[in-house]
């Protein structure tokens, strides 16, 4: 997130750069391929806290444009609340589409729309 040099050319970057000014290749374009994984149940949260953290997930993922998020929710009540919300987040087509992670019921892995 701090990175502010372009991934291609190594240009310095101003905070309003969208794209870099001298090759033109976007800010976040590496995102595209990664996964941007975050833990929202493993630090004493509320089902509100981690409600709020899902958001602030989804919204990061949105504006860096990362291909997938993955979003850790352990086993527990937590697991229950993010599934309807991720529900409500593909309805508002916010998320393409969303999936437990294989192997492993403790995770979810969120498909991000692709970017234009
Ligand atoms: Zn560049």
Redesign the pocket.
């Known amino acids: 997130m701090a990175d502010d040099s372009?991934t291609?050319?190594g240009?310095l970057l101003n905070p309003e750069n969208t794209n870099?000014p001298?090759?033109d290749?976007h800010r976040y374009a590496k995102n595209r391929k990664l996964t941007l994984s975050i833990d929202i149940a493993h630090a004493r949260q509320t089902l509100a806290q981690a409600e709020q953290q899902l958001d602030q997930a989804i919204e990061q993922a949105m504006t860096e444009q990362f291909g997938n998020l993955k979003i850790i929710v352990g086993r527990g009540l937590i697991r229950d609340e993010i599934h309807r919300s991720l529900d409500a987040a593909q309805w508002q087509n916010r998320i393409r589409d969303y999936q437990p992670e294989k192997y492993n019921q403790g995770a979810y892995v969120i498909q991000m729309h692709p970017c234009t």
């Open positions: 372009c291609n050319c240009m870099c001298k090759c290749e």
